[in-house]
């Protein structure tokens, strides 16, 4: 049986491959009910727009992984924070985007599922 904190891990991976897939049905299930999504510049979005902002990615994702992923477990959820490094092929060229992020988890219906997320400020390689 998974700790809490490999489940933790493991679904934060399950979101990482749906984005890197564009499976919006996959990325629906990593998210809790009445989920938030906030970049650095303080828009929010809600999870259908999360989720249609995927898919409107232009290019070819070619890769979505996570790197440095420390996770802090409380009695309300966990506090996960990381980078997202993407590849997307836009016209031709490979960008390279590593962005911080911090996303809150909840356990709903038995699985850890984010409930908020927040996009930081982009990290230049």
Do not use: N, Y
């Not at 897939?21 to 979005?45: K, M, N, P, Q, Y």
Request: net charge negative; proline share 2%.
């Amino acid at each position: 049986m998974m700790s809490d904190r490999d489940e933790i891990v493991h679904a934060s991976g399950q979101l990482a491959g749906a984005i890197g897939r564009r499976d919006l049905s996959a990325i629906a299930e990593c998210l809790a009910i009445g989920f938030v999504h906030r970049t650095h510049g303080g828009t929010v979005v809600d999870a259908e727009a999360f989720i249609r902002g995927i898919e409107q990615i232009p290019g070819e994702i070619l890769s979505v992984t996570l790197e440095r992923l420390d996770i802090d477990l409380v009695p309300g959820g966990a506090l996960v924070t990381g980078v997202q490094h993407a590849q997307v092929r836009v016209d031709g060229q490979v960008v390279d985007d590593r962005r911080g992020f911090v996303d809150w988890f909840v356990k709903q219906a038995g699985a850890w599922r984010i409930q908020a997320a927040v996009d930081l400020p982009h990290e230049h390689c």
